[in-house]
């Protein structure tokens, strides 16, 4: 369960919150004139990221206010939390290689339970 | 005296008050503040259960959390039974009644043994090979073996009546966590306590002090003080300060994300009845949200793998030490020790010290520390280097040990020698307990001292002190405890200084210098071998080795094809055994074979304890309307709708709910009806630009809609299916009063925020929802207007001044109402919408009022069976999120001309487009009497053809019509549109299909007659 700061209310228990899927995706305002897959890229498509991803909350029992938050669904590190209509800021966030790959800490995934050899040089 | 193992003035247990229970029908003395296990100990009662799979006898092991098999059922009542409670963690008290489980007829003659005398056909993935692989049983599926085997398997058995106990959760916030109140725990705590920071600090025995309590009293001090007294001394450190709080009988059981930690609290199960307090819960979820967390854990010894290492009086050295100390109880009268590392050693001394007998100690190593062996010597204990135990003797209990001396490759060397003993002191190193860091998510470090895991890498705020950090020295693990509860402390934002720590004097053996041997040599081929790793699930080394030759080089995969580590206890003792025996089979380093995931829950946690008071009617909060308590009076039957409870019929005495639904809904068209329509969603719609608003989140035009009237309104989704319907009034022209579905009421509010602040900002539009504000009473029927002209003061009923889909103020007795001339059931209809608190009082007066016209309340079953007379849709019932406008042939409830609303792009596509989509239709059934079922598949003849059937849709609503005499349908049928007259089947399970005739779905309008 996570504690999330919300932009207007501070940080509340998850369970305040309602998830509300990928953030940034503008509703087009010329869909007339939009072919079938352009129109479905919009309706039906999103991504499904492995790392940062930007997102979009809702503090249903608080101030019922939408917002947008950077998260890494690798680790579920929070980089971020930013009102509706704000551009994503700037984060430095521990990123899966590859697709495939792994953040370096925080999934719990068999490749990050144990020290590498340089992590352990280095500590 | 009873109790021969009890050894006289050792032990933290109180001699002063016995206490009995009983084990299998027969009554065990003990004292207060034993386990069931050491009690059983106490009275020479090792042996308590019987393995998993084989029926193997399984004795005690361990002395706490760390014992892997010794579980009893406790209680025989069929409602609080208890399985599964482990021997080593249950404290005794009178009343207390424990049985053996997975056993039959009785632990000594169990007739599961079987199971063990075919032992050797039953290897690795055997029910996988046998059941689903194999050809010989190909005829057979798995479903067909899967009962068997789960009976000859299995443990305790599960309570089966309703659990008569009651639990809670809780919710905490903290400064400092501190988990685990051993040397490390109760220093990090007293120093985080000086803070002033609130700490939380969780020990899950009943008593602080951990491995102290399992020292020798009199080798050790700390600060000059004796363990048991410096502990008093934290102890009464703790309580001075308000901001403490002290768990005991409290686990902490899982770590989750941002420091969220749960804690279980066994409030009352070590409590004779007398003592349990009623006001209290059985056991306590404490849900802690701590900013910093100190993680001191302790280790758990690890047994070394040695052929027939698995009989009953075979336990851990440690534990045997703890048994000794904390419980007063010399589990054995011969002990034979057995060892890789020098911990062990002091198990043999403290027994010297408490006068009992140590057989021997059988060393692996060949370099022995000096100091030590001759401290052996001087106490005359009998030092094997360089030896194994390769086999034991003993059928319910150990009498011997064979053992073999090593040649330089750790092979056996030379003849067997027998040892008599009836009790082995087993340790093969210690494992940190790193499981509660592992789910925290942080990175493990293999340490080569140890030769175990030991945290790494933290990711969340948390630190481990003392042992589970792989510290073991008394010294530096209260060193390590004061630095994680001030550093703990400094970093939750407290201000502390350090203070001189107290000097720890101890003659106990502190070394390791662990010699890793993952398995010990029998001197036998392997499939002779009985070395068992996993105690409870009956996994074998050979298994492990079985399944790498197999294939099988993922960790996880070996795991489950084994089912090591997959019992109760997670392997506790044994992943660790297990990870070195892969690691040596496939030849390559343990880190490199890696580690199995360490999951929460840490221990089995009561699965009533995590539902805590969210049980039987708070399962799931029912919603009542104002006019609940009148629908209760009355008797009626109702139905969840949403969060709602809504009256479904209001049965007379001795009437079926059946004919009361025939007879409310014939009365709905032949004198009046009244329902109560409280719970339908109501969004109040305020700005300059709610209109424009509507007209976007709206399929038809909203523009011409004038203040005092109504419009039907159809909701899509983005991808043009159907998502809700309702009514919208225009109260002034920036002021609307959405209605919603009863169900959807949160998430179109959900919806229409989101549009708002997300794609929509610019416009002057408020939402609030004035669901739960208005109570709604609808008088529906040909004297609807008479009963509520008599009731509704101000507004003129006639239907020229006050026509359909318009709505007015009026008042009733002075009370404001707005009143909707709107309908759902095709007849004349007023809603009557009141503040909620006035709704059972308007009721009522309508009750009154209607009752010489014969006014009869309806309830939602009669509601649905009126509409569908109508040919009125109910979203989620004709429609299932892949149903559009057209698809209900409602195309006029589309608005060509106006610009953009959700989902109208996708109107056009090419999916929605598709002349073959299923349409809604009505049917008539050819024989009037029968009901089709609701979802019962239509198919285009009269027998049901041979699989794949084609079907042509599915009915979504049927009812018998008391109004038309006769039963009609509603269904979703492939070009439902253009089969008009068309006959079609109704799919029946086990029957004959269903002939019936397709038709327009308002069966009040010319369908039944153009049928007939």
């Not at chain 2, 019929?649 to 409310?664: L, N, T």
């Not at chain 2, 299923?918 to 019962?936: C, I, N, W």
Request: proline share 5%; with cysteine; aromatic share 8%.
């Amino acid at each position: 369960m996570f504690v999330i700061d919300c932009p207007n209310c501070g940080a509340r228990d998850q369970s305040e919150f309602t998830y509300a899927g990928e953030a940034h995706i503008a509703r087009p305002t010329d869909s007339e004139n939009m072919t079938d897959a352009e129109w479905a890229e919009f309706v039906f498509m999103r991504t499904n990221t492995k790392g940062l991803f930007a997102e979009r909350w809702w503090h249903a029992t608080g101030c019922r206010k939408f917002f947008n938050m950077l998260r890494n669904t690798a680790t579920d590190e929070i980089h971020a939390v930013y009102r509706i209509g704000e551009k994503p800021p700037k984060v430095t966030a521990d990123l899966p290689a590859t697709p495939a790959g792994e953040a370096s800490i925080g999934s719990g995934n068999d490749a990050v339970k144990i020290m590498t050899r340089d992590e352990e040089a280095a500590s | 005296m009873s109790q021969p193992y009890r050894i006289p003035g050792r032990g933290l247990i109180n001699r002063d008050r016995s206490v009995s229970f009983t084990f299998d029908g027969r009554e065990i003395p003990g004292y207060e503040g034993d386990t069931i296990a050491s009690a059983l100990l106490a009275n020479g009662e090792i042996m308590v259960g019987r393995s998993f799979k084989y029926h193997r006898p399984r004795g005690i092991v361990g002395a706490g959390g760390d014992d892997p098999a010794a579980m009893v059922q406790i209680g025989s009542d069929p409602a609080s039974t208890d399985p599964n409670v482990m021997v080593t963690t249950r404290e005794i008290h009178a009343g207390l009644e424990a049985r053996s489980q997975n056993c039959w007829p009785s632990l000594k003659h169990d007739v599961g043994v079987l199971n063990d005398v075919f032992m050797r056909f039953f290897p690795a993935g055997f029910y996988y090979k046998t059941f689903m692989g194999s050809d010989r049983f190909r005829w057979l599926n798995w479903m067909t073996f899967e009962p068997f085997i789960r009976r000859a398997a299995g443990l305790g058995k599960s309570p089966t009546k309703p659990d008569p106990d009651s639990y809670e959760s809780v919710n905490r916030h903290c400064d400092v966590l501190v988990i685990g109140a051993g040397p490390a725990g109760l220093a990090a705590a007293a120093n985080a306590a000086r803070s002033g920071a609130r700490v939380i600090l969780v020990e899950e025995t009943d008593r602080l002090g951990g491995s102290l309590n399992a020292t020798d009293p009199d080798g050790t001090t700390i600060g000059g003080k004796a363990p048991a007294d410096w502990i008093a001394d934290q102890t009464a450190k703790l309580a001075e300060h308000p901001e403490v709080t002290v768990l005991t009988q409290t686990t902490a059981f899982g770590y989750y994300a941002m420091n969220f930690v749960g804690l279980i609290e066994r409030v009352k199960d070590h409590l004779p009845e007398h003592r349990r307090d009623r006001r209290q819960p059985r056991q306590r979820v404490w849900r802690v949200r701590a900013k910093q967390v100190v993680l001191a854990t302790g280790a758990i010894e690890r047994p070394l793998v040695f052929n027939e290492n698995d009989r009953p009086g075979i336990m851990l050295a440690g534990a045997v030490r703890t048994f000794l100390n904390r419980y007063g109880v010399l589990a054995g009268k011969r002990v034979l020790i057995f060892t890789n590392n020098d911990s062990a050693w002091q198990t043999a001394f403290d027994i010297r010290a408490a006068g009992g007998e140590v057989a021997g100690i059988v060393d692996l190593r060949r370099e022995l520390n000096e100091a030590m062996a001759l401290r052996a010597l001087k106490a005359g204990i009998a030092v094997y280097p360089r030896t194994a135990i390769v086999g034991t003797h003993g059928r319910h209990r150990i009498d011997s040990a064979f053992v073999s001396s090593l040649d330089d490759n750790g092979n056996v060397r030379g003849s067997r020698s027998r040892i008599e003993c009836d009790l082995i002191a087993v340790s093969g190193g210690w494992n940190p307990n790193v499981a509660l860091f592992a789910q925290s998510r942080g990175k493990l470090k293999w340490d080569e001292e140890l030769a175990s895991f030991r945290p790494g890498l933290s990711w969340q705020q948390e630190r481990s002190a003392g042992a589970c950090n792989g510290t073991l020295e008394l010294q530096e693990v209260l060193a390590e405890g004061s630095k994680a509860g001030l550093e703990a402390a400094r970093a939750a934002d407290f201000t502390v200084r350090a203070i001189r720590q107290p000097e720890v004097r101890t003659d106990a053996v502190e070394t390791l210098n662990l010699v890793p041997v993952w398995q010990v040599p029998s001197g036998l081929p392997r499939e002779k071998t009985k070395a068992f790793v996993d105690l409870q699930d009956d996994v074998k080394a050979s298994d492990l080795q079985l399944a790498t030759e197999e294939g099988y080089d993922s960790v996880e995969h070996t795991k489950r094809y084994t089912t090591q580590g997959m019992g109760t206890d997670q392997g506790k003792i044994s992943n660790v055994n297990a990870f070195g025996i892969m690691a040596e089979a496939r030849g390559i380093t343990v880190p490199e074979v890696g580690t199995t995931t360490f999951r929460q829950p840490y221990r089995p946690v009561t699965i009533g304890a995590l539902g805590g008071q969210h049980v039987g009617a708070h399962f799931m909060p029912r919603r009542g309307t104002p006019m609940h308590a009148w629908h209760l009076e009355q008797k009626a039957i109702f139905e969840p709708v949403g969060d709602w409870l809504r009256a479904r019929a209001y049965p007379k005495p001795g009437e079926s709910f059946h004919d009361a639904v025939q007879r409310e809904a014939k009365a709905a068209r032949t004198t009046a009806g009244i329902l109560d329509a409280t719970t339908l969603g109501k969004i109040d719609i305020r700005g300059k630009d709610a209109r424009t608003f509507l007209n976007r989140v709206y399929t038809n035009a909203w523009s011409k809609l004038a203040p005092g009237r109504c419009r039907y309104g159809l909701m899509l989704g983005e991808d043009g299916m159907v998502s809700d319907d309702g009514v919208t009034a225009c109260i002034a022209d920036d002021h609307f009063h959405m209605t919603t579905t009863t169900g959807g009421a949160a998430s179109v509010l959900q919806k229409l925020e989101d549009y708002l602040q997300t794609e929509w900002p610019d416009l002057d539009v408020w939402l609030t929802t004035v669901t739960e504000q208005w109570a709604v009473a609808a008088v529906c029927g040909p004297k609807a207007e008479e009963i509520v002209a008599s009731v509704v003061e101000g507004i003129d009923l006639d239907p020229e001044e006050f026509p359909f889909m318009t709505w007015q103020d009026g008042t009733v007795g002075g009370i404001p109402v707005r009143v909707f001339r709107v309908s759902f059931t095709g007849e004349t209809s007023y809603e009557i919408n009141i503040p909620a608190t006035y709704g059972r009082w308007l009721w009522e007066e309508l009750i009154a009022a209607g009752k010489p016209h014969g006014l009869t309340p309806y309830g939602t079953e009669a509601m649905h069976l009126l509409r569908a007379e109508k040919g009125f849709i109910i979203v989620g019932q004709e429609t299932d999120g892949t149903v559009t406008p057209g698809d209900l042939r409602m195309d006029w409830a589309v608005a060509k001309k106006k610009g953009d609303f959700i989902g109208k792009r996708s109107l056009s596509r090419s999916d929605t487009v598709r002349d073959d989509r299923k349409q809604l239709v009505g049917l008539l059934t050819v024989d009037g009497d029968h009901v089709p079922m609701e979802g019962a598949q239509i198919i285009g003849t009269p027998e049901e053809p041979a699989p794949p059937v084609p079907m042509l849709g599915h009915v979504t609503s049927a009812y018998f019509s008391p109004n038309l005499g006769r039963s009609i349908a509603m269904a979703m049928v492939k070009r439902g549109g253009q089969r008009m007259g068309e006959t079609v089947w109704i799919a029946r399970l086990g029957d004959k299909p269903v002939p019936a005739k397709i038709v327009h779905y308002d069966f009040l309008g010319d369908a039944v007659g153009e049928a007939a």
